[in-house]
């Protein structure tokens, strides 16, 4: 399993180094456009299509952001078992419960947000404005839940390695 988990660190590196200049520059494009669009609009200049455009940063704004969490694991919990109980080996098979049914809900997720982005696709919407195609966005869900299911699946292995072992773990 430490062999799997080497991998999934080297992968989770590289994810990392792309994602988060990406996370920087789509928060800095989506700042300068609602800043524009305010500037605009006190200005009386109608601005059309920038919603468009802030749509598309914040929907993967919002996805990248959700996988850099489920990164760092510093998602919304409710970690109560500890309160109820100090004993190792339950906080750590519920914690593995607690991945187990994440990851089949990441990967009941992911089939909705693939069916999603190939229905976008297929049906070949764009917005009004730009014409830019809607499976643009709809990419995101796709993109983001596959990495949920990377991140989960590592979280997997952590959590079954520390439940076997619980005074490593």
Known sequence: MSAILSIIHKIDTVLATLIKPVVVI???????????????????????????????????LYMLGAVLASRDRSHLTADFVQVISSNARVIGFMRLLATSISLFMAIMFATWSNDLLLWGIKKGQTT?????????????????????????????????????????G
Not at 27 to 56: C, K, N, Q, T
Not at 143 to 167: G, H, Q
């Open 26 to 60: 789509i928060s800095l494009a989506i700042a300068f456009m609602l800043s524009y669009g305010i500037f605009s609009r006190a200005l009386d200049e109608p601005v059309f299509g920038l919603e468009e455009l802030v749509l598309m940063g914040a929907m993967w």
């Open 128 to 168: 009004p404005v730009f014409q830019l195609p809607w499976y643009l966005s709809q990419g995101s869900l796709f993109f983001a839940s596959v990495l949920f299911i990377f991140y989960l699946i590592r979280d997997f292995f952590e959590d079954l390695i520390s439940f076997r072992e619980p005074e490593n």
